[in-house]
């Protein structure tokens, strides 16, 4: 990662101590941690035959019955790899991009969109994510499970 932002800052003609943040937004180019979540969603989509959902495995209808389910796995190993990782970011990933799992093409731009606008550095950043959409409002996860819980309420 700090070759990349030496690289970036060498191609911008930035300053030592500035942060690479904005330059990767400007240049387009995602950050190493952007990528892995951009690939590992790509794997998810081309995929999909090899995933369950919520729905599917419980037959219960909840505000997650989308997202696809997490197996229990003990060992960190299995944890750690393709197919749990890639569960878990593309559950996190926000309603918008996830109803476009069908259409590839338009996941992926939506996916990209997203990813470059708010360059994620790392694992903890994704997790807290507040996404930027085009309005400047943001879209947390707690956000969103605060809306889907007063759409079911009467």
């Not at 998810?44 to 209808?61: A, E």
């Not at 990782?85 to 996190?92: E, R, Y």
Request: glycine fraction near 4%; aromatic fraction near 12%; charged fraction near 20%.
């Amino acid at each position: 990662m700090l070759f990349c932002k030496r690289v970036i800052r060498i191609i911008t003609n930035s300053r030592a101590r500035d942060s690479c943040r904005e330059l990767f937004k400007k240049l387009e180019i995602l950050p190493l941690y952007s990528q892995y979540i951009f690939s590992l969603s790509i794997f998810v989509i081309k995929n999909k035959h090899l995933f369950s959902t919520n729905y599917q495995i419980l037959g219960v209808h909840t505000r997650f019955k989308t997202n696809l389910h997490l197996p229990i796995a003990n060992f960190t190993k299995f944890q750690k790899g393709v197919y749990y990782s890639g569960i878990k970011i593309f559950n996190n990933l926000p309603h918008s991009i996830k109803d476009l799992a069908n259409e590839t093409k338009l996941f992926w731009n939506a996916l990209k969109r997203v990813l470059l606008s708010n360059s994620f550095y790392n694992s903890e950043q994704w997790r807290t994510q507040e996404f930027c959409s085009g309005g400047g409002s943001t879209n947390s996860v707690e956000d969103r499970e605060n809306r889907d819980l007063e759409a079911v309420a009467p």
